[in-house]
C-alpha cells in the first residue's frame, strides 16, 4: 500500500531538500580531492568533461534514486523492494537496498574519524597551535595525533554522538531544522573565505590553475577520475539521496531539482577549490591531494599569511560542517529503515546504529594508531573500510539502481511520478539509464578493481 507521506515527517519545502542533499555531496571530497583533481587532469577542460559524466552518468541515476524514493516514502529496502514486486520483478531485489545502506554506515564508520581530526584541528586553530610550524613540524603534528589514540576517541565519539542527536528527532526537528542552519553557515564561510582569498594577490594564477584549458591532459584515466568523483560527491550508490526522496513534496519537479544539486555541487566544489589553491600559492607550498593536504600543507599555508589564523579557523570549520551533513546523510538511510522494519524510535535506532558504527570506527582509528597489527587481508581497518565501499559497494550500488529502473521497473509509474515536460526526454532518460549508466558504472568498476589489486 502507497503511503502519502514518510512516517519520518517531510521537509518544510523543496528547498531545504537541495539543502539536504547539496549537504550529502558536499563534503572532504570537494576540499581534498576535486582542486587537485581539476589541476592535474586538465583545469577547464577537465570541469567540462565532468560536468557531461555528471549530466549522462551521475544525474540519471540520482533521477532514479528519487523517483524509487518519493514513490514509496519509505526507506530505500521498502522502496526497492515494493517497487520491484509491483512490477512483477522479485523481492530479493530489496538486497541492493540491503547493501546500499550497510554501505552508507560502513562509510559513517570512518568519516567520523577523519572528521574527529578536522575537530582536533579546529580546536589547534583556536589556540593557536599550528602558528610558525612549518612543513616538517606540522606533519609531526599530524603524525602525533594519529598515533594519540585516546584523543581522537574523544574527537570520533563528539562527532558521532552530534549526528545521533540530529537523526534521533524527526525529519522537521532534526535534519530539516540541522540543514536549515548549517548549510547558510558554510556559505557564509564559503563567501568569507573568498574574500580572504582575493586579497593574497594569487587568485588570479589559482584561477588560471584551474580553470585554463589543457586538453592534452586529457586522457581515459582523466574520465575514470571525472566518472567515479562524480558519484562519490553526488552521495549516489548507498541510499542516502533516495532515503532523502522519501520526504519530498508530490509536486516537486524532480529533473530540475536533481540537476540544480548537481550544478550547485559542482560551483561550490570550485568556490572552494579556489580558496585552497589560492591559499597554498599564496603560501609558496606545493598542491597535493588527499589528508596531507587538509591537514599539513592547508595548515601551514594559512598560518603563514596576514590574518591565517583566523581564515585558517574558518576553514577547518568550513571542513567540519561539510563532513557533519555528509555523515548525517549516511546514516539516514539505516535510521530509516529501522524505524520502519521494526517499528523502532528513531532516537532508539539510530543510538543502536551510532553505538556500532562508533565501534567499528573505533577499530578503525586503533588501527591507525596504536594498534598496527589491527590487520585484516594485509591492510589496517581503516583503509579496508575505505578501499572497500568506494570500489565494491558505490559502483555496484549505482550499476543495480541504474539496471533496477532501466530494465525491471514499471516504466508507466517511474514517468508519472518523473513527470518531464515531454515524453521525448522520458525516453532519453531511459535509455542513458538502460545503456550508458551502467556500462560506464561498469568500466569505473573494472578499472578500480584492476589497479587495487594490480598496482
Ligand atoms: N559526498 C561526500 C564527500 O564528498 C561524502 C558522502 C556523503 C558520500 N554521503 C555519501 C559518499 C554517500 C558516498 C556515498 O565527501
Redesign the pocket.
Known amino acids: 500500500m502507497r503511503q502519502m507521506l514518510s512516517m519520518q515527517g517531510s521537509w518544510s519545502n523543496r528547498w531545504v531538500f537541495i539543502l539536504a542533499a547539496m549537504g ?8 581534498w ?1 576535486f582542486p587537485i583533481m581539476v589541476g592535474q587532469y586538465g583545469g577547464g577542460a577537465f570541469i567540462l568533461l565532468y560536468l557531461c559524466c555528471m549530466l549522462l552518468v551521475a544525474v540519471p541515476i540520482m533521477m532514479a534514486e528519487v523517483v524509487i524514493g518519493r514513490h514509496a516514502r519509505q526507506n530505500p529496502v521498502n522502496a526497492i523492494e515494493g517497487a520491484a514486486v509491483s512490477a512483477g520483478a522479485s523481492r530479493h531485489w530489496r538486497l541492493v537496498g540491503v547493501l546500499a545502506i550497510f ?2 554506515f560502513l ?1 559513517f564508520s570512518y ?1 567520523s574519524v577523519v572528521a574527529g581530526w578536522v575537530l582536533h584541528y579546529l580546536v589547534a586553530m583556536i589556540f593557536g597551535q599550528l602558528n610558525g610550524l612549518g612543513v616538517d613540524q606540522t606533519s609531526r603534528f599530524f603524525n602525533a595525533l594519529l598515533a594519540d589514540s585516546q584523543m581522537l576517541l574523544l574527537w570520533h565519539s563528539l562527532f558521532v554522538l552530534l549526528v545521533i542527536w540530529v537523526l534521533a528527532q524527526r525529519v522537521e526537528r532534526g535534519l530539516d531544522r540541522a540543514m536549515r542552519f548549517l548549510m547558510p553557515v558554510l556559505f557564509l564561510m564559503l563567501f568569507m573565505l573568498l574574500g580572504f582569498a582575493l586579497t593574497t594577490g594569487e587568485f588570479v594564477p589559482a584561477t588560471e590553475y584551474l580553470f585554463n584549458f589543457h586538453l592534452q591532459d586529457i586522457g581515459w584515466d582523466a574520465v575514470l577520475i571525472a566518472l567515479g568523483h562524480s ?8 541510499g ?1 539521496i533516495m532515503a532523502y526522496s522519501a520526504y519530498m513534496g508530490k509536486g516537486d519537479a524532480i529533473a530540475p531539482t536533481v540537476i540544480a544539486i548537481g550544478v550547485f555541487d559542482t560551483l561550490v566544489a570550485m568556490l572552494i577549490g579556489l580558496v585552497v589553491v589560492t591559499v597554498v600559492m599564496a603560501a609558496q607550498m606545493e598542491l597535493r591531494s588527499g589528508p596531507g593536504l587538509l591537514f599539513v600543507t592547508l595548515p601551514v599555508a594559512f598560518t603563514q599569511l596576514p590574518g591565517g589564523q583566523v581564515f585558517g579557523f574558518l576553514f577547518f570549520l568550513l571542513a567540519a560542517v ?2 557533519l551533513t ?2 548525517i ?2 546514516l539516514e538511510p539505516a535510521t530509516a529503515w529501522l524505524t520502519e522494519r521494526f517499528r523502532w524510535s528513531r532516537a532508539r535506532a539510530v543510538s543502536l546504529l551510532g553505538v556500532l558504527a562508533w565501534g567499528l570506527g573505533v577499530a578503525a582509528l586503533y588501527s591507525l594508531g596504536q594498534l598496527p597489527d589491527l590487520k585484516l587481508l594485509g591492510v589496517s581497518i581503516f583503509d579496508l573500510i575505505d578501499i572497500t ?2 570500489i565494491l559497494f ?1 559502483p555496484l550500488g549505482g550499476i543495480a539502481v541504474a539496471v533496477l529502473a532501466g530494465w525491471v521497473l514499471d516504466k508507466e509509474v517511474l514517468t508519472a511520478e518523473l513527470a518531464l515536460s515531454s515524453p521525448s526526454l522520458a525516453s532519453l532518460w531511459l535509455w542513458l539509464l538502460r545503456f550508458i549508466a551502467p556500462s560506464a558504472v561498469g568500466l569505473i568498476f573494472v578499472m578500480n578493481l584492476y589497479n587495487a589489486l594490480y598496482s
Open positions: 550529502s555531496s558536499v563534503g572532504l571530497g570537494n576540499i580531492l554501505c552508507g562509510i568519516y558519484f562519490f560527491t553526488l552521495a549516489l550508490g548507498v542516502v561539510a563532513a555528509s555523515a546523510s549516511l565501499t568506494t558505490l
